[in-house]
């Protein structure tokens, strides 16, 4: 099974804060890449499907890109309702395979 | 609008079983794979099991094969998951959301149903 390594597991953040989250996989999984927001008791939100393209309704300070196995997943000028867990997702090929999740807390 | 619905969850005893159900609507049914994705409390997400269109292709997560059915009716919209012989580590929220089909790969979720398994 392909293995997503997701780092780091928690950040303390401030408002303001760029943020980068990584995933890194263990064999190649092209562009099958996405993003998820989910805050306590919700439903995943996707917010980068296929690496580096932006969701429907995602604002533009959310980005993901791509160099060789690690994606990354960055907010710029991190707002208050961005605070939440974030999960990437390879969908390359079965089993789909999630990173453990990264959770945002607030400083 | 898209609209995903699961139903079915609830407290099970280690062993028996029990069947979720996800009602579509808002989009295509038949256009899509559909996909089980599950939480376990304070845990990460977890790809349980995916359907391709008409059901003909099946696939499964080891830890759920040969107990968990995954099954479809498009002319109803729906989405099961049969789970038989449940075990503690079953215990999880469960949700429905579409998988293939480019480029709305895992865009809709369902608000998840609870499964207890114990005792």
């Known amino acids: 099974d392909i293995q997503m390594t997701q780092s780091p597991s928690s950040m303390s953040v401030s408002l303001g804060d760029t943020v980068t989250i990584t995933c890194r996989a263990s064999q190649d999984v092209g562009i099958y890449v996405n993003w998820f927001q989910q805050k306590p008791g919700k439903s995943p939100r996707r917010m980068i499907y296929?690496?580096?393209n932006l969701a429907d309704g995602v604002p533009s300070r959310f980005s993901g890109s791509r160099s060789g196995s690690d994606y990354s997943l960055t907010i710029s000028s991190l707002e208050s309702e961005d605070v939440a867990d974030y999960h990437c997702l390879q969908y390359d090929e079965y089993p789909y395979t999630f990173g453990a999740g990264t959770k945002l807390e607030l400083k | 609008e898209v609209q995903l619905a699961e139903s079915g969850g609830g407290l099970v005893q280690p062993g028996r079983s029990l069947k979720l159900s996800c009602a579509a609507s808002g989009f295509t049914f038949s256009d899509y794979y559909m996909a089980w994705v599950r939480q376990a409390p304070t845990k990460g997400l977890e790809w349980v099991a995916s359907i391709s269109y008409d059901g003909g292709s099946t696939y499964y997560r080891d830890s759920v094969k040969g107990r968990f059915t995954i099954s479809r009716d498009n002319a109803k919209s729906s989405l099961y998951l049969q789970m038989d012989s449940l075990r503690s580590e079953d215990t999880a929220t469960y949700y429905c959301?579409?998988?293939?089909?480019?480029?709305?790969?895992?865009?809709?979720w369902g608000q998840g149903t609870l499964v207890t398994v114990s005792s």
């Open positions: 296929r690496a580096t």
């Open positions: 959301t579409t998988d293939y089909n480019p480029p709305n790969w895992f865009a809709y």
